[in-house]
């Protein structure tokens, strides 16, 4: 532990100061009509409190969180302040579930429900908020640099930044990031102590592309080819620590380690940037401030060779800042710093694993799961089937979608692509032409459950599931049928989710149909002989049946095209010319998105990840036909033997349909517990598995 933090923590100083805002909360009240209100009374009635905001509530929440003695900025009455002399904002506060899980219990909370904006000076030029309270020696400077005059004052700075020694200082920055007199002047005597805070949000706005809410690994590898790229994020890299943080689900901590610089991914496995938020209506504001006060703290107490623990600390405490949001009704809605910054045993589980360099870069193909050992990755396939993703032991990022789970990354961003298409889509109201995206995957890799749990998981009251084999059409007529069905079910109120198996089938010459779906398409328009018909807003859904991946259905002949020789290159072209006459340029077009599922059986000599895929699927697999075998904590009571045979098992001979059907003939019904026993018999197994093999499984380590 360090040193000092024998002391007495409020013998111990800081400072902290930066941009001031008084933050002003309104809320709708309630008021009686009784005989004899005034006319006021007779409209919308709100009331407003005033709160700190910037750099004053930076300051309540570090003292909160350090119980140090705080200097820096002080407001006597912050009602009594105009905007002339501090920014105000303004925030409309409403009362909200606590939580979308668990809105049935009636518990409610203050929370944001739309930020107005600010009122500032009439000239426009904000003069910083100088310190009530100065100090030359403090151990930890935290400055709240919002981009609104404080970083080109010096006069205003603190004067603890010319201390000797110099002290750790902390920069909650907001954009233009890494510009003005103060960067240059901490820069200049404080970068082996500076630790720089920002939001992904405010690199983005800066032009750097780092995507959102696709994956992890992509999230990670974005950043690492803009931090060898951008000039933004290498004036950032100049201070000791980079912080960024992607919402309160992850962070990537930047720093120098023998002239190299090393980036390391912090993150929930459990929810992508800005997921967790989906659970708790309504909005907050002072997240990351409540980050900075927490990370402070930990460095404050224990030293910069915490910072890791101040990273998962920070994610804590923000977390409880959204739970806790202002309060609840009768009060008056206010920050509850205790409850905030007093350590729960309840904190989430966040992990961290080091981002590979610039040699798996944009175009690469990182995952997390490769980072895994083989031994790792069978024991957590094995947890995921008992315990499920909560698992603490679970490093893999997992993406739910309604009932479905996923832990491969190029499914996790098809899906996350294909869900954000469909909630796009699903928010038009004056929308007449279809979306439509298609799905791909092996025989029994549920290529169309996986669509329609991202779909339910939206609007689930809405959507109306219609699904056509297009292989069993006979003729035009057949399809011109099942436009009408589609029409029909909008016409009712419902969007149609219109999954058309095996498009990619003959009709008269090869992938025959698709010609016959340009129009609907396009036009949101069918022809029944010589009469058009509208179909309407509907999802149209496509999901490969000759084609395995969206890449066997189509791989354009180009100049670029490698071929071993002559006769390779013109069986191609013949193929791409068949797949021109057929109409099949044009139906790719017309889609929007698409998914590869991957198999559950092994796809190469080397993957080992099928397990993990695997497991997500057999779980689900169990708590659908035999939840019986599931006890009060949601573990599955199987047998190691069993298990170990349902992961490792070669192959399933039909893909997800094998899994199922030897689930299906297990004698489960009146057994508490899936023992060998309730196997079914080894001519049974045959079918789907190979039952020796299976077998030898079960017995292993007998």
Known sequence: MHQDSIQSPRSRKLVVTGDAAIDWLQWKCQVSQDQGVQNWLAGPVFKMVPRPGGSLLLAKMVE??????????????????????VLHSMAEVAVFPLSHLNEEKGESIYRVEKFEGYS????????????????????????????????????????ALDG?????????????????????????????????????????????????????????????????????????????????????????LCHKNKGTVMNTLYYDPMVMEDDY???????????????????????????????????????????????????????????????????????????????????????????????????????????????????????????????????????????????????????????????????????????????????????????????FNVSQFRSLEDLVNA????????????????????????????????????????????????????????????AGGTSHTFEDFFTEYTEENQFNDLEEARQAWEEWDQFCDAKGPDFVSRLRGYVNIMAINPTNEVDRCYMIRRAMILRSILKAKAGHIFDKDEKALIDPGVLRALIKVRRYKHGVRSMEAVIDMSLLSDRAEFQPAALPPKDQLSLHVDADHFLSLVLEGI
């Open 277 to 467: 938020k989906d659970d708790w209506p309504g909005q907050m504001q002072g997240l990351t401030s409540a980050f900075v006060s927490a990370l402070s703290a930990r460095l404050f107490q224990d030293g910069l060779e915490h910072i890791g623990k101040g990273v998962r600390d920070g994610f804590a405490a923000a977390r409880r800042l959204f739970l806790h949001g202002y309060g609840s009704p009768p009060d008056e809605p206010d920050y509850h710093l205790k409850e905030i910054f007093e350590p729960h045993l309840t904190d989430p589980l966040f992990t961290s694993i080091d981002i590979p360099s610039l040699g798996v870069g944009k175009g690469q193909h990182w995952t997390i799961l490769d980072e895994l050992a083989g031994e790792e990755l069978e024991d957590i396939a094995y947890k995921l089937v008992i315990e499920g993703a909560v698992s603490p032991m679970i490093r893999v990022p997992v993406a739910s979608f309604g009932k479905l789970r996923t832990v491969d990354r190029t499914e996790i961003e098809s899906y996350k692509s294909i869900m954000n298409l469909l909630d796009e889509y699903l928010s038009k109201r004056d929308v007449t032409t279809p979306l439509s995206i298609a799905v791909f995957g092996p025989p029994g890799s549920g290529k169309t459950y996986g669509v329609t749990q991202i779909s339910k998981s939206l609007q689930p009251e809405k959507i109306e599931k219609l699904e």
């Open 120 to 159: 500032g000076p009439s000239t426009c030029v904000l003069n910083p908020l100088p310190m009530s309270n100065d100090i030359d020696e403090v151990e930890m400077v935290v400055l709240d640099d919002g981009g609104n005059g404080f970083r080109d004052r010096p006069e205003v700075w603190p004067s």
């Open 483 to 542: 436009f009408h069905k589609v029409q029909s079910t909008g016409l009712e109120g419902k969007i149609p989710l219109v999954f058309f198996d095996e498009f990619d089938c003959f009709y008269g010459q090869r992938k025959g149909w698709l010609k016959y779906f340009l129009a609907p398409m396009q036009d949101g328009i069918f022809r029944d002989g010589e009469t058009f018909h509208p179909i309407g807003k509907s999802i149209f859904v496509f």
């Open 164 to 252: 000797d020694p110099t002290p750790l200082v902390i920069v909650k920055m907001n954009r233009p990031l890494a510009e003005g007199a103060l960067w240059e002047r901490l820069i200049e005597k404080n970068s082996e102590n500076l630790i720089v805070v920002v939001n992904a949000d405010s690199l983005r706005l800066c032009g750097i592309n780092i995507s959102r809410r696709l994956s992890w690994e992509r999230t990670a590898q974005d950043f690492e080819w803009h931090a060898h790229h951008d000039p933004v994020i290498a004036q950032l890299m100049r201070s000791r620590y980079l912080v960024v943080l992607f919402g309160i689900e992850g962070a990537i």
């Open 64 to 85: 909160a969180a350090t119980n140090a003695h705080v200097f820096g900025q002080e407001v006597d009455d912050l009602s009594d302040v105009s905007s002339e002399e």
